[in-house]
C-alpha cells in the first residue's frame, strides 16, 4: 500500500469561528458546501455524493475550534481536520484544512478542497 501523503492548505474566510465551526460539525452546515447530503449518528457520519455514501468516524472536536474526521474504509491513520484559526492582532479567521492523499492525488485533493471551500465562503456570503 502506498502511504498518503499529508497535505494543508489555509483559506481565510470572513466568519465569526461560532459560525463557521456550525458549518464543519453538523450534518446540515455540512451539506451546504461538503456534500449533496450528510446524515449521523452520534460519532458516525454519512456523507452522499451523486448518490454515493461515504462513512466517516468523527475522532475528536473541541467547540469553535476544530473537527477531525476519519474514512471508515481507510485503512492507515490518515484523517481530515478542519481547524479555525483566529489572528489575535487583525482577528481574520482561517480555515486550515489538513488531508492525505496519495502522491500523485494531492493536486487533485487540494482542487477539491478549493471548490468545496468557495462554496463554504458564498453559503457564509464570504468574499
Same mark, same amino acid.
Given at each position: 500500500m502506498n502511504d498518503k501523503i499529508k497535505f494543508e492548505i489555509e483559506y481565510v474566510i470572513q466568519s465569526s469561528p461560532q459560525l463557521l465551526y456550525q458549518y464543519l460539525v453538523t450534518p446540515s452546515g455540512l451539506s451546504e458546501w461538503?456534500?449533496?447530503?450528510v446524515n449521523s449518528r452520534g460519532e458516525k457520519y454519512i456523507f452522499i455524493w451523486d448518490g454515493s455514501e461515504e462513512e466517516a468516524k468523527l475522532l475528536k %472536536?473541541?467547540?469553535? !475550534? /476544530?473537527? %477531525?474526521f476519519a474514512w471508515e474504509e481507510?485503512?492507515?491513520d490518515?484523517? /481530515? !481536520?478542519?481547524?479555525?484559526i483566529v489572528d489575535e492582532i487583525t482577528k481574520d479567521v482561517s480555515l486550515f484544512i489538513t488531508d492525505f492523499a496519495e502522491e500523485d492525488e494531492v493536486d487533485e485533493a487540494k482542487m477539491l478542497w478549493e471548490n468545496q471551500v468557495s462554496d463554504l465562503k458564498q453559503v457564509l456570503g464570504s468574499k
Amino acid at each position: 500500500m502506498n502511504d498518503k501523503i499529508k497535505f494543508e492548505i489555509e483559506y481565510v474566510i470572513q466568519s465569526s469561528p461560532q459560525l463557521l465551526y456550525q458549518y464543519l460539525v453538523t450534518p446540515s452546515g455540512l451539506s451546504e458546501w461538503f456534500a449533496d447530503n450528510v446524515n449521523s449518528r452520534g460519532e458516525k457520519y454519512i456523507f452522499i455524493w451523486d448518490g454515493s455514501e461515504e462513512e466517516a468516524k468523527l475522532l475528536k %472536536r473541541k467547540s469553535d !475550534e /476544530f473537527v %477531525r474526521f476519519a474514512w471508515e474504509e481507510s485503512d492507515d491513520d490518515s484523517y /481530515f !481536520e478542519l481547524k479555525i484559526i483566529v489572528d489575535e492582532i487583525t482577528k481574520d479567521v482561517s480555515l486550515f484544512i489538513t488531508d492525505f492523499a496519495e502522491e500523485d492525488e494531492v493536486d487533485e485533493a487540494k482542487m477539491l478542497w478549493e471548490n468545496q471551500v468557495s462554496d463554504l465562503k458564498q453559503v457564509l456570503g464570504s468574499k
